[in-house]
């Protein structure tokens, strides 16, 4: 089970980016993904979860309305579109998987990607 987020980058407040969470050795649709973020000096907390096939997905209050997460399963991949970007929303994000099939959110992440750093600054 490998997973890789990329997408991160430098925004100025009010602006946008998509994150992605590319899967490989595994089908992506079958399994609930989260997005997770940690800032500096602080702990890691989830930001939003898809739930495997139905798509029914799960937000942190501080992220509703400004991000969306969603999954293309002919690329085998998750999204998380953010919208809105905050100071606050600073941190390297990672995506993750319980790695139980059908599983749904909210899930206990066992596998990791890399994080990709989302620098919110002007």
């Known amino acids: 089970v490998q997973l890789q987020a990329s997408g991160g980058g430098l925004v100025q407040p009010g602006g946008s980016l998509r994150l992605s969470c590319a899967a490989s050795?595994?089908?992506?649709?079958?399994?609930?993904i989260g997005w997770f973020r940690q800032a500096p000096g602080k702990e890691r907390e989830a930001v939003s979860c898809?739930?495997?096939?139905?798509?029914?997905?799960l937000n942190a209050d501080s992220v509703k309305g400004r991000f969306t997460i969603s999954r293309d399963n002919d690329k085998n991949t998750v999204y998380l579109q953010m919208n809105s970007l905050k100071p606050e929303d600073m941190a390297v994000y990672y995506c993750?998987?319980?790695?139980?099939?059908?599983?749904?959110?909210?899930?206990?992440?066992?596998?990791w990607g890399q994080g990709t750093q989302v620098t919110v600054s002007s």
């Open positions: 993750a998987t319980d790695g139980i099939v059908g599983s749904s959110c909210p899930m206990l992440p066992v596998y």
């Open positions: 898809i739930s495997h096939s139905d798509g029914n997905s």
């Open positions: 050795g595994f089908t992506l649709e079958y399994y609930a």
